[in-house]
């Protein structure tokens, strides 16, 4: 018996539950059916009883489920308002508050200020499958929050609600491998979000050779869905391309002759969780448990995208006067304009300098209009206490590579026992810990 | 690699994180420890570094552990008072929100109405084990809570946060019987609160035998521990006895002979887990695992303690010109002060109808100061939609038995089609469903 | 800890042992390799030592495999001759039982009798994999046993051996489905025989959806190896064509309406293991194993190739003044000379009787040479007691089927209640129970 | 779907084939039922169904189940004669390989000489349970041997296959622990053969503490059923005596503080499968894997009982004249005589060097009458390659520990670089491996 069995359960009780209620009603479609759909909320939350609670839930999720956008917006729009707080309940908390104020009463104040659409989501959570429904309805949230920014504190309350729920202390980290059963490998194909996996023998070479590893998050609720994972090389020296480190007929490694362990390609795997983050949690269990299993690693690093460094350098570029691009560079990278430049090795030869300076800039210098690091991978890794370590020019030459960062890839170093003070300053002060190659490098002239 | 080894995981970036913070204090003892700690939990709010924070977390609790009474006190206190809201804060939203009342004003005031204690405590949830550490912290907190109700704020708190962590589509209920792992095993002889399990043989006969069964709740945060469990036997009728149902010689039924399967011993394992409610939601999955298992299976019943049916009896036979109680059964039940009356056939006779009469009086009419059912078995059973089957005199000769019911059990039917509209009958009007057979008990005069 | 670790286990103290050996020898190629192999051997009879022994093992497994053709033969013939029995012993003990014959001397007369490459070869499966190296030394054995009969007598051992390691009673039983690890669903796509696996899409279908099947047997020593496999479709009616079992937009039949179950593929997967007979064993241990999952199911029946249809048919309407066929039908048959007759619906009309005739002769009247049925297929499930149930001309329209049975399928059943008679009828006297449907056929003029 | 099920299943086939045989033979009691199961043995040999036979052979074993001795009796006098080799095809097989004696003929006498119960054996096998009903039939058949040397014929067949059946790559090892399922556990208690666990706790001082570890053997056909289990205690001395070991107050060693593994229990668990040894490998595997688990152990050592030391040393005693005795030391020794000797401390210092010189000589002087090493334990250790490394006096107080070797125990190194060239030592020259000081003690004289 397990969760899956539990989960089976569920459904039989429901199923039960749902003869009990005897609600034949066709709940139709369109504004009809969601009105519907709302007025099964409000008996949701309105009664107590066990069975027919995970029945009711259960018609919610199944109905909604088949809603068109149209519907969706109309329950949205009741989640923000009707499912709110009530009004008079919030007054007469704040007035009892303002009168006495007390710890009993700001409690009071903290319960009637839940709106009670976090009551809702808590008992629709008690349907089969109700986890995957309520991440995939904020999935549904996120794509329209733009456009509807009233629906933000919806948005708010499931992330209070997933925190909670997918706290680190309730996930499971996992191996997978070439042992692993086929209907989860199938999600790491979907879901491989850096580097394409194309098909099972792709995969295959992702995970069977002796210096491959892969690892990831898995919560009892959401039974054989990962919700991040992360995919490792191991390698003798720290890798400067990905191209060569995916080949197909490498020669791949003895796993104990690895003196480095390369965090390639990190994918987060359900959009509605977005976040609530798991991946520097990863990286680090990750490391430690290919510590334990191959002591002779000594060095744990990224191979990393840069994901908007062609767009800054293209501005910059084409910024009069820029200081921050000095004029021989400037000059050199007008190569980039030129097809074939990266097949050229005169002017990879005379871009790697420029390239690599420019790059040192961006992360080092360059900051958005938030005053913030431009680069969100690099905000993640050096948000996890990482050091920029190397800047790669040519790391990826694949069309995707070239488009988003001129083939630029960098190396971040998870150092276990200076993350933490590399966090603290990242966190603190905005200080991007570098390698002293890195700092050279925006400090050299180009001349 | 399970949930086991991510606890590893977690204790190994724990004790990393430690040498990090380099804190070397000896925390000392007494009210010094106390304060030690309770800057140790300033210092992991206002601190968002994973490692450290994880350190931090552990650190609290390993210092908790070793608390004296006094300690704990001491540490309740800060948690109800200075990890309690900031008034300043609330004062803001609550001003914020009068002047301009909207569903962003209401979370901002939720938020600032949130005790700082229930951000501490999910910190601390992310130490190894911490999850189990802040279930035992609220069983001391209950333990002295009548006198220092002050607390109720912090354990009103934990509830909060209990009922979410341990939201019952995380539960994995699981068999357990004689292949069961020891470890576990020793904690259901341990847990065991109805029929005391005496030792491991005592324990097989529970679990081996063709007509037993077993079943808990599990939470991968409290691996190994059980939350709840329910001892089931297998017989053809109604059981009107414990005694003869958990004899050591009892000739076992084959289980596709069965057609009851009797509740006899529902236990909950976590104290501090008192109020998030499973029991419920385990006999009816139970119910229909059983089913599937055995189709023959045509009635799911208890065989119950009444356990303060003899305080209420002893009161009202005390009670002057009470109504409650015919003439002739007062007297009758006079036999009950005289020793050896269970063993005489003639007195048990005699008693049998008097005691019939009073217990459907206990049962259907009488009702606590509160206006409530008395029994409080009685209440989570109707409160679950069961209905009162049967009242068995003589269920229970124990010592136990006799001293808090004179040996009154009671049998409550979970018939599936019905225990919703049993549920609802009970939860809005009170009313208790019964069988015809108690109902007329009630009905039945003495003479 | 388990049987992928003993093997590492083995691994190890094989490692140890060899250097223990302290055996430097450079085993070389080509007749000295082989020379050296032989001379190991004998020094793996001849010696006691456990930790040696396994480590000699080892290195002969590990030189064999890098064998030669030639070298496999030079090694094969002193299997057959010098790792034969000893004359002398063998005549010592001959003349012991004649001057006395009794049970010891018999038993003695075993013993001599016995050829020391059964012992070598018990001694050789105890080298990690032995077990696997044997089989595939089989395989090599078999593939050269034609044009070299002096080795059947290392065959003839190895099947006994490989009898008694085999047994029945130490294979499980494994549901194999979209949920397997993918390198045991790697291996059903490389060994499925009948009805090819093109790819993992392919595998999907025959393993995902709710009415397909698939069960395998394993062996703890071949661990992640399947012995053989059945893929089973779930139908309503009894199947009369391959086409539409298998067509990938087929809707899927919910598993509780379905009344057939119907193994359309079973697969040996180790040729080395030829002769060592699974397949009856597995399909009435899935066939129960189904009926306890869908007590639904009222028919088990197979849809089979015909292989030797088109050979016997095509030699029977060349042969001269062939009472076995019909003149209008050997007229009616011309038409299987026409390219596209299969595709053109008047042709089928007039094939369909004529084919069926001829294939009712082809199971009950033709036989060959050894005065068999000449269909091993037939052989197989009419020897497992199954019922030549239907011929279903046009039942596999691929080139394959065109090719070996001119489209024509056969469906056999079994029926648990008379596989026993049915097996005894056929065994005993040769006779094929068919259904009556199939005997009209025989009987029906073609007029 | 596991083991478990496959007997299940075999179960369900075997039921069916019973009702196919329609065999309502009342098989009654004493010899006319022995006749019956021997007539039923002959048509189980006689016929080749399968469903039929796994039918007939569970009959026969579950009448088997039933026999009393004498019925036993009957029916190994049966396998013994009736069910050996047909004399007639023997004889003709021997006249066959006498006029042409070739590799075939030599194989056709091999199955001649076959007993016909070998192959009876081998389908009783296929019945569910059949390889543990047949151990088991071994157990009766050796306990039976001793009065009817006539039956060691069938002793000597079950000896080979089940060395067949049990071949060590088919074996597990597994890791027994607390967590281990309690029906593996309470077979443990039973069958603990050195030092007796009394009970349930007394099993867990075994199991649960850090410096504590138990491995056993185990064989898919028996589950659940060990072969043979070792008991580990953890170390960072050589222990020289097993109370201390033992004690229940000892507080436990932290496991990466241990230097030495001591092997202080190892209990074989299955009469029916004397003579098919285990130990040895499972001494080894078991070191390969403490010492994997933790790279900190150096030394692997028994804590060994020395069972027939007081017989010999008692009956060296009383020999007359004895040199091998020399007359201070038998003096001394008369203390053995004495009540109380051994909680009187001078008297123990005065008995330390005698009983050591004499344990000296019992193992590396004396011999019984078939030249070979006295003591059983010491063949056993000494035969795997271990090295005799200290002897205890005091080593077990216990009253056993008295009785059979007046407290006397041993060390056994298990050296893995030694234990080969040690094993042919001893296996082809007798030489007892032993360390100097024990060496010495030999030399040492008593004056």
Chains 1, 2, 3, 4 share one sequence.
Not at 315 to 330: F, H, S, V
Not at 408 to 419: P, Q, T
């Amino acid at each position: 018996m397990n969760v899956g069995m539990l989960g089976e359960l569920f459904a039989t009780i429901s199923e039960r539950g749902r003869r009990l209620i005897e609600r034949r009603t066709e709940l139709g479609s369109g504004p009809r059916r969601a009105s519907a759909v709302i007025e099964l909320a409000e008996d949701l939350l309105s009664h107590r009883g066990e069975a027919s609670g995970v029945a009711r839930a259960s018609e919610i999720l199944e109905a909604y489920v088949r809603f068109s956008p149209d519907e969706r917006a109309i329950f949205f729009d009741a989640l923000a308002g009707r499912f709110g707080v009530d009004p008079a309940n919030v007054a007469a908390a704040v007035e009892a508050y303002r009168a006495s104020p007390s710890e009993e009463a700001a409690q009071r104040l903290h319960l009637a200020a839940e709106p009670r659409r976090q009551e809702l989501f808590r008992r629709l959570n008690l349907a089969p499958g109700g986890t995957q429904s309520l991440v995939d309805m904020r999935t549904h949230l996120i794509a329209m929050l733009k456009s509807n920014p009233r629906w933000e504190v919806v948005d708010r309350d499931l992330v209070h609600l997933f925190s909670s729920w997918f706290n680190r202390g309730f996930l499971v980290v996992k191996r997978i491998d070439w042992t692993t059963p086929a209907h989860i490998l199938e999600k790491i194909i979907a879901y491989e979000a850096v580097h394409e996996i194309r098909d099972w023998n792709d995969l295959r070479r992702r995970l069977q050779p002796s210096d491959r590893r892969c690892f990831g998050f898995f919560h009892p609720a959401l039974v054989d869905e990962p919700l991040i994972f992360v995919e490792v090389a191991l390698t003798i020296d720290l890798p400067a391309a990905i191209g060569p480190l995916l080949a197909a007929e490498r020669p791949p490694l003895a796993a104990r002759d690895a003196r480095t362990a390369v965090f390639y390609s990190i994918s987060n795997c359900q959009t509605g969780l977005k976040g609530i983050s798991f991946g520097h949690f990863l990286i680090k269990q990750v490391a430690e448990e290919l510590k334990k299993e191959l002591p002779e690693l000594e060095t744990f690093v990224t191979l990393s995208p840069v994901p908007l460094f062609a767009t800054w350098l293209d501005a910059e570029r084409k910024a009069e006067g820029n200081a921050a691009l000095p004029e021989t560079d400037r000059k050199t990278l007008e190569l980039l304009d030129e097809p074939g430049a990266f097949e050229n090795d005169l002017a990879k030869k005379a871009l790697a300098p420029a390239l690599t300076r420019a790059a040192a800039r961006y992360f080092l210098a360059a900051r958005n209009a938030e005053g913030k690091l431009i680069d969100p991978v690099a905000r993640f890794h050096l948000g996890n206490g990482a050091r920029l370590e190397r800047l790669n020019p040519f790391g990826d030459l694949s069309p995707k590579g070239l488009k988003q960062s001129h083939g630029m890839m960098v190396n971040y170093l998870y150092d276990l026992e200076r993350i933490e003070k590399n966090h603290e300053a990242f966190a603190d002060a905005g200080t991007v810990v570098a390698a002293p190659v890195v700092k050279r490098a925006l400090a050299k002239r180009a001349d």
